[in-house]
């Protein structure tokens, strides 16, 4: 089930209500990169602030969290939550961590990777993602609760779209790719032949003609024609996030776990600079491992200014103290501040692309 963005404090008191003082009842899996050591920590920063006994275990692959919950499971009795970041959003937790023999596990996933797993968007009772928001959720839950606490489903969130565009169009994609028309009408240019053009997922040639016989895959084989229609053109916008998530041939990243953590933080009333700087490195290493775009990123700069103006007055740069978070413009130029003028320069990918460095007027212009 996912949990809209403002209702991560529930999570966190169904954590602390299963908490015992008799040992370790929360195990976190964190994945190997720097936005979910940045989660990581600030989440531990909240569990050692409500003494909250916890123990973390950093994972390389599926293989090695499988490996690692099943060896922590048999040390340890006492856990009743499990905790993922940055892993686990996009596979079938329930058969992953069999928690049919485990009844009594509730897992939080914290994953920036998308799309979530089908079955853990479906599954009311021992799942619950921790959501960025996007998307539209439903209001109320139809099933599944703890307590006084009403979740917020959404695990009809992938079907909205596709069901919408089924009403509005007449065309459907198959699971090889290919455009089907209720209109089996072809018209027919030149010698029979029909230009068909596909930006999006698929196996049609782009600009591939069809004769007589058919159209072209890619791979050279062939596409009958009654199953295209004239002017038959379909984009990736058209086709729709669900049938792309379904098939598992579209995957990208939500906002920064760390920043998730964060919003946890500021609904507890434990925001600080220290906890902003963390979401800031999660959200920056996003950025440099092009893992979301410009606009992307441009857009959650925004919501951090304000987080950053509210906790760091607006001072002349000789009265900063340690500690103080500043919004200034920097150059995209690699390591500047660690590394020489020339250096940072040549290495710096925005540079490489302007000045084209990797041929010999482009060195000497640099």
């Known amino acids: 089930i996912k949990l809209a963005d403002d209702s991560f404090d529930r999570v966190f008191a169904m954590i602390r209500e299963d908490a015992s003082a008799a040992g370790i009842t929360v195990l976190l899996f964190v994945a190997f990169d720097c936005d979910g050591v940045c989660a990581s920590h600030i989440l531990t920063t909240l569990l050692r602030s409500e003494f909250i006994k916890y123990h973390v275990c950093c994972v390389d692959g599926y293989e090695d969290l499988k490996l690692a919950y099943n060896v922590e499971m048999e040390d340890n009795k006492l856990i009743r939550s499990i905790v993922l970041i940055n892993c686990g959003g996009n596979v079938d937790l329930y058969d992953l961590l069999d928690l049919e023999s485990h009844s009594n596990l509730t897992v939080y996933v914290v994953d920036s990777h998308r799309p979530y797993s089908r079955s853990n968007v479906n599954n009311f009772r021992q799942i619950l993602l921790l959501d960025d928001g996007t998307g539209e959720l439903p209001e109320k839950s139809e099933g599944g609760s703890r307590g006084d606490e009403e979740l917020i489903p959404s695990s009809e969130l992938f079907l909205e779209n596709e069901d919408r565009e089924r009403e509005d169009d007449s065309y459907n994609v198959d699971d090889e790719g290919v455009v089907i028309w209720d209109d089996e009408e072809v018209e027919e240019e030149g010698k029979g032949g029909l230009e068909v053009k596909e930006e999006g997922r698929g196996g049609v040639e782009d ?18 024609t009654k199953r295209l229609k004239k002017s038959a053109t379909i984009t990736q916008s058209e086709t729709s996030y669900s049938k792309a998530a379904d098939a598992n041939t579209m995957s990208f990243f939500g906002f920064t776990s760390a920043g998730i953590m964060y919003a946890l933080a500021n609904q507890l009333n434990s925001a600080n600079n220290h906890v902003l700087w963390l979401a800031l490195v999660g959200l920056t290493d996003q950025y440099l491992s092009e893992k979301i775009d410009h606009d992307r990123y441009l857009a959650d700069y925004e919501h951090f200014k304000t987080e950053v ?21 920097e150059y995209k130029f690699f390591l500047h501040r660690h590394w020489n003028l020339y250096d940072s320069m040549f290495h710096s990918r925005y540079i490489a692309n302007k000045l084209g460095i990797w041929k010999a007027k482009g060195k000497q212009t640099l």
Do not use: M, Q
């Open 309 to 329: 103006l509210f906790f760091n007055r607006e001072r002349d740069s000789r009265a900063l103290k340690l500690g103080d978070i500043v919004v200034t413009s």
């Open 207 to 224: 600009d591939s003609e069809i004769d007589g016989e058919g159209a072209v895959y890619s791979d050279g084989s062939l596409i009958p």
